[in-house]
């Protein structure tokens, strides 16, 4: 989906993005670019969202009924589209959080067969 | 959301992104070309959010539509012709498939109308309680009976068709009163009468219910009105009966012990239990049939009376099931030579659009891109073609209906309903995809290269696009021909049916009727005296050349004096009771023995031909003696036969004449319902009202009805026929129509395109005549392959329509030839006009065309 040009960077999975758009948002409606921001700087920057494949995710989880856009005034006062989770996205974060551990759980299991510890 | 929010939300973005990077320390320009290039690419981001709102392939769709639009604008005339020529092959069909809804498809208008079952045409009383006594698969049965009477009320008298039923068919039927009340078990002389009659008849009175009436002679009270939605949809068995319209319900609870029920035959709607079968029902009623036939041996069955256990639907459409499916595939073919003959109007553009196509392919279009291109065009054609089909339909469904009424059962329900939507868009699409298909698939192959590098138009190509058209003509005229001979078959047959022998001019003979009724007329000495001065008044009309009368037919079995027929063979014969002037009124022919007159002195008859070869063979009839019916069973007088009357088919036109008798109406056996006949000298239509008010001063409270002339009552009895033969010969026309102009303009084509040829032939000494020759003969070779091939075709399916013809095999070979040689001489003339257009080609331009 997105890539990061940068070798310490790394290839977001199928799907990885909309979760992370839904954790950003489970702190507050926040703006795109906002989001964009977050999810970079909250990953350190080892995650690098090519931006604008933001918006395509975020119309499909609009479409879904997930998430949802209201028309806000930015810190700096200017127009823009504050994005935030609905109750079902809600349920849906849960849901897809546990799927993720699960993953991520198996996934290091089989990369440290022993147990050792593994970063997700 | 629109795509502009969306670029704006997008540019929103950049701008914080841009502003960032300047508190970064930036410079602004390179601050921005950071935050584009973090981005990515806009146009494409925001396109691909925006297709997760919009699927690509709908903006796809959107825009070839958008495109074919302006297509047909810009060839407003091609647009026209196509458009008009679909309105009508659409139309025609919606119009027929909403009939075939109506009639076939809808259930009845009643509540739980899959559960109504038909038992047999007529049920024997004692057979009816018996029924109703011992079967467990059904609910109820429930007998009806029709009878056409006056009502008279005040000063108004006319006739009305009604039903004699019990409160269980008003449930049935799910009957609610506009007005007042239905009737009860309890009611008796009380009558119902249907939102129409109302509005005639009593001028929409709101104090009607109550109201005293005479019905049939005796008083009723009018108890409540029938909304205008309810209908009568349901079986009558009888002569004459065919869809007759029903205007009043009067009660009538039979009674088991009435001794009259012994010999009545019921007409009887039976409704199943829930969750029951018809196999299971037809069963029971089979084994419980067998059981009673085995206990009364002695009662001969009629075949009316034989088990003919089947949906009630299925009953009441009877034939008419079969023509309509004839119709239906009949006016497909309609629609499918309007649907070549678009594709061949569309393959003559191609010609000239080869450069566009030939550029869109250059510029990237895929040949599936422009093959969905081709088929958004025939199918937004064949829409706004369907759009206009509807409402031609709309408009001819009225004529249609009030063509019909009496040849096709529930034909005033038709209406254009969702079914019918989807059906007209159903066939649209499917005609679309047709005709758009056949030029997107010859236009993609060859010709996607060649557009661009000719600048024109390529031979090859030409040739291939010319051998297409030509196929098409074939089939076109192959269908016409299915079409036309089943038009053809359909006309002998009325021919064959409307031969009349001469002296006979029915338009010339004036029926009417007339049902005595009410106390005064009982007896047979009032009714009699009644027609004496009738019939003395009536025939010295001016104007009136001979009047006579005849009562309603009775059937019976033949009695001959001295002649023994085997018990299953025995004939039957029809009696008419007449006055001598009824035989000079319809211009029968005298074969032997002289006429009947009004004062016999002995009992005497007359018969016709049938019935003299029927029981005598080659003997002579005359002087010989025929037991004639009267009203005391057992003890009927034999009768001399006295003259013998050639045959005469004047009831029922497709019916073979029968065995008839003719009684002296002063020997008849009931004189209550009759037929006045009177042959006119000059118009008919101009003397009814005179012979009108004779008969109303005579009795003003016996009303006179159905009057027109003979002509028009023999037309009546063959309604539909006359309808099939209506319907299938617009049908042939139209078809006709369509594949002469598909001729024409193939051939007009072909020679267009070969202008240089001829331009060459014509420089090099070709004669004039030898240029027309040579197009004539190869549009003929074309056409007939197309005659051969529509001959076999129509040879194999006109079977299909043996039971809707009359004394004609459906391989008629005049009728085959007389249609081979129309079609052949309408493809000769579409040949002609483009051949002598070629026959004029001015070498010197032709050469230089192109």
């Excluded at chain 1, 979760?19 to 920057?45: C, F, M, Q, V, Y």
């Excluded at chain 2, 647009?79 to 909403?98: D, P, Q």
Aim: aromatic share 8%; with cysteine; glycine share 8%.
């Amino acid at each position: 989906m997105s890539t990061g040009d940068v070798n310490d960077r790394i290839e977001l999975l199928q799907g990885t993005l909309d979760l992370l758009i839904l954790r950003t948002l489970l702190l507050g409606p926040i703006h795109g670019h906002a989001i964009a921001k977050a999810i970079e700087h909250n990953s350190e920057d080892v995650l690098q969202v090519e931006q604008g494949s933001l918006y395509p995710a975020l119309h499909r989880l609009i479409k879904r009924g997930w998430i949802a856009a209201e028309e806000g005034t930015s810190e700096n006062n200017r127009r823009a589209k504050f994005y935030r989770l609905t109750p079902k996205g809600r349920k849906q974060l849960a849901v897809e959080t546990t799927k993720w551990d699960k993953l991520a759980r198996a996934i290091a299991g089989i990369l440290r067969p022993a147990g050792g510890e593994g970063k997700s | 959301m629109s795509f502009d929010e969306l670029q704006r939300d997008i540019e929103e973005h950049i701008e914080h992104e841009t502003r960032d990077n300047i508190d970064r320390g930036m410079t602004p320009e390179a601050a921005r070309a950071a935050a584009l290039r973090k981005f990515g690419n806009t146009t494409r981001i925001a396109e691909d959010t925006w297709s997760v709102w919009h699927p690509a392939w709908l903006d796809r769709l959107l825009q070839d539509v958008r495109y074919a639009f302006r297509v047909l604008s810009r060839n407003p005339g091609f647009a026209l012709v196509a458009i008009l020529t679909l309105a009508l092959g659409i139309g025609m069909n919606t119009a027929v498939f909403t009939v075939v809804n109506t009639v076939l498809l809808n259930p009845l208008p009643y509540p739980d109308a899959d559960r109504l079952v038909w038992l047999a045409d007529a049920i024997h009383g004692p057979d009816y309680f018996e029924w109703k006594a011992r079967s467990h698969s059904f609910e109820k049965f429930i007998p009806y009976g029709y009878d056409s009477a006056p009502i008279v009320f005040g000063s108004h008298a006319e006739q009305v068709g009604s039903i004699a039923t019990s409160d269980e068919f008003l449930a049935m039927t799910g009957a609610r009163p506009e007005r007042g009340r239905l009737f009860t078990a309890a009611d008796r002389n009380v009558i119902l009468i249907t939102h129409k009659l109302w509005t005639r008849s009593f001028g929409s009175d709101p104090d009607v219910v109550g109201k005293p009436i005479r019905f049939n002679g005796h008083p009723f009270t009018i108890c409540g009105v029938l909304p205008e939605s309810y209908r009568f949809a349901l079986p009558l068995v009888g002569p004459g009966l065919d869809n007759p319209e029903i205007e009043a319900y009067i009660p009538e609870f039979l009674d088991p012990e009435d001794p009259q029920i012994q010999g009545a035959l019921l007409t009887v709607v039976a409704k199943m239990r829930p969750g029951v079968r018809l196999s299971q029902g037809a069963a029971e009623i089979e084994a419980i049939q067998a059981d009673i036939v085995g206990r009364d041996r002695n009662i001969i069955r009629a075949d009316m009376l034989k088990l003919r256990i089947l949906p009630i639907q299925e009953r009441l459409v009877g034939e008419s099931r079969r023509a309509l499916l004839v119709l239906l595939a009949a006016v497909a073919f309609v629609l499918l030579i309007a649907c070549a003959n678009i594709a061949n109007l569309t393959m003559a553009r191609a010609a000239s659009r080869q450069r566009e196509i030939a550029i869109r392919a250059a510029i990237g279009a895929g040949r599936v891109r422009i093959v969905a291109q081709m088929l958004a065009e025939g199918i937004v054609l064949a829409l706004i073609g369907g759009a206009a089909g509807l409402l031609f339909a709309r408009l001819t469904l009225g004529a249609v209906i009030q063509f019909g009424s009496h040849a096709v059962p529930r034909l005033d329900e038709a209406a254009i309903d969702l079914r019918v939507l989807g059906f007209t868009f159903l066939v649209s699409t499917v005609t679309g995809i047709l005709f758009g298909l056949g030029p997107a698939i010859s236009m993609s192959h060859a010709t996607l290269g060649y557009g661009l590098k000719e600048g024109g138009l390529t031979v090859s190509a030409g040739r291939s696009r010319i051998a297409v058209r030509r196929f098409l003509m074939a089939g076109e005229l192959a269908v016409t021909l299915v079409l036309l001979v089943g038009a053809g078959l359909m006309v002998r047959s009325f021919w064959r049916m409307s031969a009349h022998p001469s002296g006979f001019a029915p338009e010339s003979i004036l029926t009417m009727k007339v049902g005595l009724s009410g106390p005064s007329y009982q007896g047979s000495q009032a009714p009699v005296a009644y027609f004496d001065r009738l019939l003395a008044r009536v025939g010295a009309a001016p104007g009136v050349s001979a009047a006579g009368i005849t009562n309603v037919p009775v059937l019976g079995f033949i009695q001959a004096e001295g002649i023994q027929f085997p018990k299953q063979k025995r004939p039957g014969t029809i009696y008419r009771s007449v006055s001598t002037g009824y035989f000079r009124a319809m211009g029968m022919r005298l074969v032997a023995g002289r006429w009947l007159t009004d004062r016999e002195p002995s009992a005497s008859v007359m018969i016709n031909e049938s019935f003299a070869r029927a029981v005598y063979g080659k003997y002579d009839p005359l002087g010989r003696r025929i037991r004639s019916p009267n009203s005391n069973p057992g003890k009927e007088p034999l009768a001399t036969i006295v003259g013998v009357v050639a045959d005469m088919r004047y009831a029922k036109l497709d019916a073979r004449p029968a065995p008839e008798t003719y009684v002296p109406y002063r020997q008849a056996i009931d004189l209550h319902s009759v037929d006045i006949m009177v042959r006119t000298a000059g118009d008919p239509s101009a003397l009814s009202g005179d012979i009108r008010k004779i008969i109303f001063d005579l009795d003003p409270t016996q009303p006179v009805y159905d009057v027109q002339t003979v002509e028009q009552a023999l037309a009546g009895s063959i309604a539909p026929r006359r309808f099939n033969l209506l319907l299938l010969g617009i049908f042939a026309a139209a078809a006709l129509v369509l594949a002469v102009v598909g001729i024409y303009g193939v051939m007009g084509c072909a020679v267009a395109q070969r202008t240089h040829e001829i331009g060459v032939r014509m420089a090099l000494g070709a004669r004039r005549s030898e240029v027309v020759r040579m197009v004539v003969r190869q549009g003929m070779a074309t056409a007939a392959a197309g005659i051969a091939v529509g001959a076999a075709a129509a040879f194999g399916l006109t079977r299909v329509m043996r039971s809707l013809l009359y004394e004609i095999a459906p391989t008629d070979r005049p009728t085959f030839a007389v249609v081979c040689i129309v079609l052949a001489a309408a493809a000769f003339l579409a040949c002609c006009l483009p051949a002598l257009r070629a026959s004029r080609v001015d070498p010197v331009v032709a050469l230089r065309y192109e």
